[in-house]
């Protein structure tokens, strides 16, 4: 398929849905993929793939990354442009509260007041698993500083509640470990956490392909999040527009109403009107 033709075949697909557009704190987007710019082999790779991925949000391990601090190593931002992408700053490799508060104040400083930030406390090198006490903590100084906090977390309802209840403008919890691709491993409580949530819930973490994508859509997730699954693949652009199809797909099948699942078969055509009774 020629880029023209790609370009309107994605114009038609994001006219199909109207204007099902979704709201993180204050800032409004049409596109519910979002996607990282880790674990490519250069930075041309990066920006086709983000580029294919028709993402909106761009999230940057400030810890990871250079956007602007160091001045003689190559600038993420002159291929994720902030005029085209929104940047979400996040504190990937912050083991407490204070190494992650300060990422963001960072963060802000070198995009110019910029206040989305994605909060992740880790708890140990091993599993990437959030440390939630600490996130928690992290999560209550960031937001009284004026912050919008999107938070990676644990598939827990009570926690996933606690974060919204102090002011956190997204929950992310993790579908499986971080660059697992091992898919959504505990469906139950993801569907726990949609259903008594007011905020978006985005799955951040554990998608290996397009199908893991699609099924955090059908279960009412407002967006999904990955790096690894695209970054890490054969093709990276290719993966890309597929995880683009991905989240398109779940969230028209979300939207349609799945029909009612039956333990006894129920013939599709009419049991009347045969030619030969």
């Known amino acids: 398929?020629?880029?023209?033709?790609?370009q309107e075949a994605t114009t038609n697909q994001q006219n199909s849905l109207g204007s099902d557009s979704f709201t993180v704190g204050s800032?409004?987007?049409?596109s519910r993929l979002l996607v990282g710019t880790g674990k490519y082999k250069d930075m041309n790779e990066t920006g086709a793939a983000i580029a294919a991925s028709a993402a909106e949000i761009v999230t940057v391990a400030i810890r990871r990354t250079n956007i602007g601090q160091n001045r003689n190593e190559s600038n993420l931002l002159d291929v994720i442009s902030p005029d085209k992408y929104t940047i979400l700053p996040n504190t990937a490799g912050c083991y407490d509260s204070d190494s992650a508060v300060r990422t963001c104040k960072l963060a802000r400083e070198l995009l110019?007041?910029?206040?989305?930030?994605?909060?992740?406390?880790l708890g140990d090198e091993t599993?990437?698993?959030?440390?939630?006490?600490?996130?928690?903590?992290?999560?209550?100084?960031?937001?009284?500083?004026?912050?919008e906090v999107m938070v990676y977390t644990s598939d827990d309802p009570i926690v996933a509640q606690e974060l919204e209840s102090m002011g956190c403008v997204a929950i992310m919890p993790l579908g499986s470990l971080i660059g697992s691709g091992l898919g959504l491993l505990n469906r139950h409580t993801l569907s726990l956490i949609i259903?008594?949530?007011?905020?978006?819930?985005?799955v951040d973490a554990g998608v290996g392909t397009a199908s893991d994508a699609a099924i955090a859509m059908e279960l009412g997730c407002d967006g999904?999040?990955?790096?690894s699954a695209i970054a890490n693949a054969q093709n990276?652009?290719?993966m890309a527009q597929a995880m683009k199809h991905g989240v398109w797909a779940g969230r028209q099948a979300f939207l349609a109403g799945?029909?009612?699942?039956?333990?006894?078969?129920?013939?599709?055509?009419?049991?009347?009107?045969?030619?030969?009774?």
Do not use: C, W
């Not at 999904?224 to 790096?227: F, K, S, T």
């Open 224 to 227: 999904v999040l990955m790096n």
């Open 195 to 202: 259903e008594n949530a007011k905020v978006p819930v985005l």
């Open 1 to 6: 398929m020629s880029q023209a033709n790609t």
């Open 236 to 238: 990276p652009v290719m």
């Open 258 to 277: 799945r029909m009612p699942m039956r333990r006894m078969a129920t013939a599709s055509s009419p049991q009347t009107g045969y030619f030969f009774q």
């Open 112 to 121: 110019g007041g910029h206040n989305l930030v994605k909060l992740e406390v």
């Open 27 to 30: 800032r409004t987007f049409s």
């Open 127 to 147: 599993s990437l698993y959030p440390n939630v006490m600490e996130t928690l903590k992290a999560a209550r100084i960031l937001i009284d500083d004026g912050f």
